[in-house]
Nanobody
Framework: QVQLVESGGGSVQAGGSLRLSCAVF????????MGWFRQAPAQAPGKERERVAVIDTDGGTTYADSVKGRFAISGDNAKRTMYLQMNSLKPEDTAMYYC????????????????WGQGTQVTVSS
């Protein structure tokens, strides 16, 4: 079992920065990949949950094209916490951000992420 608790969301103006945190609580399970996903507001129909950034156990990272060069995913094993540093925020980054984890034995494809947090809201105003 894996429990994920996000924090750090908020409201900022375009060009600003935020850092999201995801506290990871594992119970007899090892994680394979950790990632951040986002869900656009309900006013944007057809917008599915977007894969933002993923980090694997070897420290390898991948990013959505829309956030490359602006966002950085990292992890602190000692604190059992994952982060998403978001810089140069844009109004289109407005979304609910979710922390997610896949477990050892699974891969890092989106469908492998089995555990999800409750989400933290990020709102970027122009």
């Amino acid at each position: 079992q894996v429990q994920l608790v996000e924090s750090g969301g908020g409201s900022v103006q375009a060009g600003g920065s935020l850092r999201l945190s995801c506290a990871v609580f594992r119970y007899g399970v090892n994680t394979r990949c950790m990632g951040w996903f986002r869900q656009a507001p309900a006013q944007a129909p057809g917008k599915e949950r977007e894969r933002v950034a993923v980090i694997d156990t070897d420290g390898g990272t991948t990013y959505a094209d829309s956030v490359k060069g602006r966002f950085a995913i990292s992890g602190d094993n000692a604190k059992r916490t994952m982060y998403l540093q978001m810089n140069s925020l844009k109004p289109e980054d407005t979304a609910m951000y979710y922390c997610a984890a896949s477990t050892s034995g699974a891969g890092c494809a989106t469908e492998d992420f089995r555990y999800w947090g409750q989400g933290t809201q990020v709102t970027v105003s122009s």
